[in-house]
């Protein structure tokens, strides 16, 4: 990825995402202005050869839906699972698309398509990016009508930047978070993890060796194994259909489940208080009813706590948006040149001990004594 001078100008500012799967790739294109401009669809090919090979066609295809040519693309970008390497452009144990080894798939893609820069990134990191830049141009999602839904007053009103949380409930739970627009990945890439947080010593064991992480709780594999699907649909529909009839059980395993997405939604706000926090991945797809009844819980927790009502998390959990392909969006965010000099970058990393942003902790002191209570708290517990 060479760091020539940027084209803003005119039609070579559009940019290209992918959503690399193992079974499709989406495509989106953005236009200068962010605005989608066209999508493709279309059969992932497995294999190294076969993914850069299928992603050169879903590139040329959707530049073609756009009726436009390849000259006015000036970055592409992809999510794909797997280990990301994205200073370097690799991937590598992407077990899905029959990539193992260390796959150079930026410089391979580029390669393929006549030198246009591509970065790569993980495919939860270009769904937070993406949700960011749907929900901001679309405004705020609906707030909820029911009681305690409306941000209480201490919560200040939307920001005019992108600021969420994507929570991934796939087979697993994890998170992309997306922090005064900019993308976060940590020092390590593990920035929203949140799914190997151990939340109870007792727990049943997880796949990474630890006890009780919240992805035993919360995940589509966790519900799967509380609900197992009996009618061939996916158990979390069939959880949910069954607790809407009236089942009882269903019902029990319903609320713990909701429980335990509320639990995960106010850990990210209690740690980083992004504005918003967006459900995804599988799961998610059951919709409003999901988002109905984990905000049914976020109530019920702030119930007790004047603490948490303050925080007004009901408003805060949303959806992501169904009607876009979000992650190839986000891809093509990223894949603008100007987000790859941002500081997201990780050659561009603020170094470790230099504060990224000015605090915000005496507006929030200002507002919620209780909040500032716990802040203060937690700095000197931290620092002994
Ligand atoms: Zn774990």
Same mark, same amino acid.
């Given at each position: 990825m060479t760091n020539t001078s940027t084209n803003r100008s005119g039609s070579a500012a559009h940019t290209v995402g992918l959503d690399i799967g193992g079974t499709k790739i989406l495509g989106a294109l953005l236009d200068a202005d962010g605005a989608l401009v066209a999508t493709t669809r279309l059969t992932t090919e497995l294999g190294p050869d076969g993914v850069v090979r299928s992603a050169a066609r879903a590139v040329r295809d959707v530049v073609d839906a756009a009726g436009l040519r390849l000259a006015a693309v000036d970055g592409v970008g992809l999510g794909i699972p797997g280990i990301v390497d994205a200073r370097a452009g690799t991937v590598k144990h992407a077990v899905n698309l029959g990539v193992s080894d260390e796959l150079p798939l930026a410089e391979r893609l580029s390669g393929a398509l006549g030198g246009i820069p591509v970065v790569v990134e993980n495919d939860l990191n270009v769904a937070a990016v993406g949700a960011a830049h749907v929900l901001e141009r679309e405004g705020a999602p609906v707030p909820d009508d029911g009681p305690g839904a409306a941000p209480a007053p201490g919560v200040p009103a939307p920001a005019h930047h992108e600021d969420?949380?994507?929570?991934?409930? &796939?087979?697993?739970?994890?998170? !992309?978070?997306?922090?005064?627009?900019?993308?976060?990945?940590?020092?390590?890439?593990?920035?929203?993890?949140?799914?190997?947080?151990?939340?109870?010593?007792?727990? %049943?064991?997880?796949?990474?060796?630890?006890?009780?992480?919240?992805?035993?709780?919360?995940? !589509?594999? #966790?519900?799967?194994? #509380?609900?197992?699907?009996?009618? &061939?649909? %996916?158990?979390?529909?069939?959880?949910?259909?069954?607790?809407?009839? !009236?089942?009882? #059980?269903?019902?029990v395993v319903r609320k713990r489940f909701a429980d335990a997405v509320a639990s995960a939604v106010r850990l990210l706000v209690l740690t980083v208080d992004v504005r918003y926090v967006v459900l995804g991945g599988g799961v998610a797809q059951l919709g409003r009813p999901l988002l109905d009844v984990v905000r049914d819980s976020l109530r019920e927790q702030a119930e007790v706590s004047p603490f948490l009502a303050s925080l007004g998390l009901p408003a805060r959990v949303t959806l992501a948006p169904s009607d876009v392909p979000v992650a190839a969006v986000g891809a093509a965010v990223?894949?603008?040149?100007? *987000?790859?000099? !941002? *500081?997201?970058?990780?050659?561009?990393?603020? %170094?470790?001990?230099?504060?990224? #942003?000015?605090t915000t902790s005496e507006e929030r002191a200002g507002t919620d004594t209780a909040l500032a209570g716990a802040e203060t708290e937690g700095t000197l517990t931290w620092r002994s």
């Open positions: 969420l949380a994507f929570l991934a409930l &796939g087979t697993g739970v994890a998170s !992309g978070l997306v922090m005064d627009g900019r993308l976060r990945r940590g020092v390590t890439g593990a920035a929203g993890e949140i799914g190997h947080v151990p939340v109870d010593p007792a727990g %049943p064991e997880c796949s990474c060796g630890q006890r009780g992480c919240i992805e035993t709780f919360v995940s !589509g594999t #966790a519900l799967a194994t #509380a609900w197992p699907s009996r009618h &061939g649909k %996916p158990s979390p529909a069939e959880l949910f259909e069954a607790a809407e009839a !009236g089942d009882a #059980a269903a019902i990223l894949g603008r040149r100007d *987000e790859q000099a !941002g *500081e997201g970058s990780p050659e561009r990393q603020v %170094p470790r001990g230099v504060p990224a #942003a000015p």
